[in-house]
């Protein structure tokens, strides 16, 4: 059963109570209006009776008992005296009028005279008139509270459902700021602790998504970093059984190879040498993924740094097809390791030119108080579904046999260690920018 509103209840005991109050007041009125005009009647009764006393003991003395049958025909005539009756002491009725009736109370007042008791005239009055007067004054005065009472009660209940009944239900509607001055103090302090406590909910909500989203980014690290640790594990095992036997296959492939006048069996030399420098190569990103050094803090001037790394691959990259240029917005100093950084930026620098990029400029700024080098290509840009993945071991885009996916996840690392960041901040057709941001780390502007 769905449970009744607080306007239901609030009007039903209102209608109960001023129905009984009604009703009450109407009893009330009823009782006292027939009590007043009983005591009029009665004493108007006994003034009639003591007044016709004091004629009858004249006409007693007299002896002229003509003048009260009609003094007692008179006080019939008049209303609101049912029957009157003087009786000489003697017992002989000397005026009789009207029919005496045994449910009405008879009034009885003695004739004296000279301290004699001569008779006594018997008075009953007629309550019916008064009974009917006293029904007409209560029927419009209970007419009169009934209007009275309505317009009252809709008044009441009008202030109370704009006072209480409106509060709470924009209360309900959860909306507790919403409650107007005009409500009660208590509505109010109501609608001021809702309001603190959704305030509260939404920081706590807040601070779980935060939590979680932490969570999610501290398990993504965990499995990168799980990763990694089992490529440390198959590193080291790769490493102590294929090194020497791919320095011994490259050995004596070279040796063959100055040996060799064949053109044909040259370049399957050449192809052989290739394959084994290759695999090498990646033995030794195992090897760096499992086993990176300490990293080494020092003040460095990046620009400086990266001016030096230019020099250094220039000559691969002009071999490649590829300008490399430095552009430095900003000069300082900060705290970081010039190997890692010199790793990170050969990685960076080698990607981009698989990618096919033409130009590659190394940038040197301030970005919100905070060092920056960033790597800008114009190559081919990162396809969207390995954007969100891009730092995580085994993810590449190179085709099957050409990388390991171990780069950039090496790279982050090595950043991490030494107290920066690397992201990927742009990555388009004809345009992708990585950053590398030395976080809180102070230093001048030029």
Not at 40 to 65: I, K, N, P
Not at 132 to 157: E, G, K, Y
Request: glycine content about 8%; proline content about 4%; hydrophobic content about 50%.
């Amino acid at each position: 059963m769905k449970p009744r509103s607080l306007n239901f209840w609030l009007t039903t005991y209102l209608g109960a109570a001023w129905l009984v109050l009604l009703f009450g007041l109407g009893l009330a009125l009823w009782q006292s209006v027939n009590q007043i005009l009983e005591r009029l009647l009665a004493e108007r009764s006994r003034a009639l009776a003591t007044q016709l006393a004091t004629v009858s003991a004249d006409a007693v003395l007299l002896r002229d008992y003509g003048i009260l049958e009609r003094s007692v025909q008179d006080l019939t005539d008049i209303g609101g005296v049912s029957h009157v009756e003087i009786r000489r002491s003697d017992g002989a009725i000397l005026g009789r009028a009207g029919t005496p009736r045994p449910d009405i109370t008879m009034l009885r007042v003695p004739i004296v005279a000279a301290g004699e008791r001569l008779g006594e005239v018997a008075v009953q009055y007629d309550s019916g008139p008064s009974r009917t007067a006293a029904w007409q004054l209560t029927a419009l005065v209970a007419v009169v509270l009934a209007l009275f009472s309505v317009f009252a009660f809709w008044a009441l209940r009008r202030l109370l459902v704009a006072r209480l009944i409106t509060p709470v239900r924009t209360l309900l509607a959860v909306e507790p700021q919403a409650v107007g001055g005009g409500a009660p103090a208590e509505v109010l302090e109501l609608g001021a602790a809702l309001n603190d406590l959704q305030a509260r909910l939404n920081a706590k909500i807040s601070a779980l998504d935060d939590a979680a989203q932490e969570r999610n980014e501290a398990l993504r690290r965990l499995c990168s970093e799980q990763r990694l640790a089992t490529v440390g594990q198959m590193a080291g095992e790769v490493a102590h059984e294929l090194n020497t036997p791919l320095s011994n296959i490259l050995v004596y492939a070279q040796m063959v190879q100055t040996r060799c006048d064949d053109p044909a069996l040259r370049r399957d030399l050449e192809t052989i040498v290739d394959q084994t420098r290759r695999a090498g190569q990646i033995v030794r990103d195992m090897l760096g993924a499992a086993r990176a050094p300490a990293p080494v803090s020092q003040e460095l001037d990046l620009a400086a740094l990266a001016e030096g790394f230019r020099r250094l691959f220039n000559p691969l990259a002009r071999k490649q097809g590829v300008e490399l240029a430095v552009l430095a917005e900003a000069a300082g100093s900060c705290l970081a390791d010039a190997s890692r950084i010199e790793q990170i930026l050969f990685n960076l620098v080698s990607n981009a030119v698989q990618a096919g990029a033409r130009k590659v400029v190394l940038m040197v700024r301030h970005v919100e108080d905070a060092h920056v080098l960033e790597v800008v290509d114009d190559g081919a840009g990162l396809p969207e579904w390995v954007r969100a993945h891009l730092f995580e071991p085994f993810v590449t885009t190179k085709p099957a046999g050409q990388g390991t996916g171990l780069g950039l996840a090496i790279c982050q690392r090595l950043a991490r260690e030494m107290g920066a960041e690397l992201t990927l901040t742009e990555s388009g057709q004809g345009r992708t920018v990585f950053r590398l941001t030395f976080a809180g780390q102070g230093g001048g502007r030029a």
